[in-house]
T-cell receptor, first 112, second 115 residues
Framework: ETGVTQSPTHLIKTRGQQVTLRCSSQSGHNTVSWYQQALGQGPQFIFQYYREEENGRGNFPPRFSGLQFPNYSSELNVNALELDDSALYLC???????????FGAGTRLSVL | QQQVKQSPQSLIVQKGGIPIINCAYENTAFDYFPWYQQFPGKGPALLIAIRPDVSEKKEGRFTISFNKSAKQFSLHIMDSQPGDSATYFCAASIGSGAGSYQLTFGKGTKLSVIP
């Protein structure tokens, strides 16, 4: 196990709703990255947080937003959910930007 | 635009065989190339990684071959076992500048090792 925990494990929402996903990083890790993995695809980078600041963002619209807290845990928020947002959302923590990323098991989001 | 192309999409080998998974990249700024293994219901786990200053790296039964001029790299699994059955992803990242440290993944290869 990587020590990265994500909650909830599964979530079902309807189109237009908002969702918050949570990630607890491995002890000693100050960097958290979020990825979206659609069915049958590789993970796609959403954004990275380093010491509570956004440290890079992928090609995702502004309705995808995040936070990192002083204990380095993190949240991913998605507003105005669309059907295409249905995916596995992965959180990865690392001791610093550029170091090995350790992934959690993910949150499976279904948008109906 | 897919920056890391992975093939094949799926692969079936007999136990003891040597599956080979190939990846090609476009962005010459990439300077870190990891391979991840993912089992159903789990997140990806790092297997092995290489930087472009070496042509080959071995860790246990896993070997990465890297061809910088061709912008290609591959994963070989020696003496494959049924427990190696999983989805394998290649990835690439840049160590500095805009877009640094974000992993760009291939689409994955589902490997099945038959006893």
């Amino acid at each position: 196990e990587t020590g990265v925990t994500q909650s909830p494990t599964h979530l079902i929402k309807t189109r237009g709703q908002q969702v918050t996903l949570r990630c607890s990083s491995q002890s000693g890790h100050n960097t958290v990255s979020w990825y979206q993995q659609a069915l049958g695809q590789g993970p796609q980078f959403i954004f990275q947080y380093y010491r509570e600041e956004e440290n890079g963002r992928g090609n995702f619209p502004p309705r995808f937003s995040g936070l990192q807290f002083p204990n380095y845990s993190s949240e991913l928020n998605v507003n105005a959910l669309e059907l295409d947002d249905s995916a596995l959302y992965l959180c990865a923590s690392s001791p610093r930007p550029g170091a090995i990323q350790y992934f959690g098991a993910g949150t499976r989001l279904s948008v109906l | 635009q897919q920056q890391v192309k992975q093939s094949p999409q799926s692969l079936i080998v007999q136990k003891g065989g040597i599956p080979i998974i190939n990846c090609a990249y476009e962005n010459t700024a990439f300077d870190y190339f990891p391979w991840y293994q993912q089992f159903p219901g789990k997140g990806p786990a790092l297997l092995i990684a290489i930087r472009p200053d070496v042509s080959e790296k071995k860790e246990g039964r896993f070997t990465i071959s890297f061809n910088k001029s061709a912008k290609q790299f591959s994963l070989h699994i020696m003496d494959s076992q049924p427990g190696d059955s999983a989805t394998y992803f290649c990835a690439a990242s840049i160590g500095s500048g805009a877009g640094s440290y974000q992993l760009t993944f291939g689409k994955g290869t589902k490997l099945s090792v038959i006893p």
